[in-house]
């Protein structure tokens, strides 16, 4: 059981380019998310979904694309990057809507946008 | 609107214990979450505790849950180095069950 993983750990950009930040899990979870990480400001959610085929924005959504057409994966893009987005990227799932809402989280995408 | 807020520091001797607070908005958050996070990793579940609880004991875990004033502190007993990471207190509104709205973290540092 990997859990939740991410790929790449690290990238370097340039303005203007594109990419996309892969996460998976193998725990049937429904739930996915990605956040993003900046110093002294906690985690603020980007997009997220509730199951395949249905995705909705976050807190901070503008210059991300994100799709499921899995339950497993869940990958976002950035279709033009610009410096503002160099951050930290988390992904996380969970299993379910009822009780405590536990969290897996990948290690995490470390983005650096020049 | 929801907000979390939290102090961003905490510097402690090895074997005291460490208090962080946290202090919330929203009045109709189900469940509070203290999670923490290692140099390098993601964040990982600590303990969580219900709205209608005042307090949750786990090993060298305490939560305290003042619920009128909306402040939530997570208490460890006997820091060790090991405790050293950040500290992330978390709220999950009710209109929106699956999120999770985060706090800035508390980086507590623990030295001999």
């Known amino acids: 059981n990997a859990g939740v993983t991410q790929t790449p750990k690290f990238q370097v950009l340039k303005t203007g380019q594109s990419m996309t930040l892969q996460c998976a899990q193998d725990?049937?979870?429904?739930?996915m998310s990605w956040y993003r990480q900046d110093p002294g400001m906690g985690l603020r959610l980007i997009h997220y979904s509730v199951g395949a085929g249905i995705t909705d924005q976050g807190e901070v959504p503008n210059g991300y694309n994100v799709s499921r057409s899995t339950t497993e994966d869940f990958p976002l893009r950035l279709l033009s990057a610009a410096p503002s987005q160099t951050s930290v990227y988390f992904c996380?799932?969970?299993?379910?809507?009822?009780?405590?809402?536990?969290?897996?989280f990948g290690p995490g995408t470390r983005l650096t946008v020049l | 609107g929801e907000d979390v807020e939290q102090s961003l520091f905490l510097s402690v001797r090895e074997g005291d214990s460490s208090v962080i607070n946290c202090t919330y908005t929203d009045s109709s958050s189900t469940y509070l979450y203290w999670y923490k996070q290692e140099p390098g990793a993601g964040l990982q579940l600590l303990t969580y505790?219900?709205?209608?609880?005042d307090m949750k004991q786990d090993q060298r875990l305490t939560v305290l849950l003042n619920k009128k004033d909306k402040h939530l502190s997570l208490r460890i007993a006997d820091t060790q180095t090991g405790d050293s990471a950040i500290y992330f207190c978390?709220?999950?509104?009710?209109?929106?069950?699956?999120?999770?709205?985060f706090g800035a973290g508390t980086r507590l540092a623990v030295h001999p």
């Open positions: 725990m049937n979870h429904e739930y």
């Open positions: 978390a709220e999950s509104p009710l209109a929106g069950y699956n999120k999770l709205i």
């Open positions: 505790i219900f709205s209608n609880m």
């Open positions: 996380a799932s969970s299993a379910q809507a009822g009780g405590p809402n536990e969290q897996f």
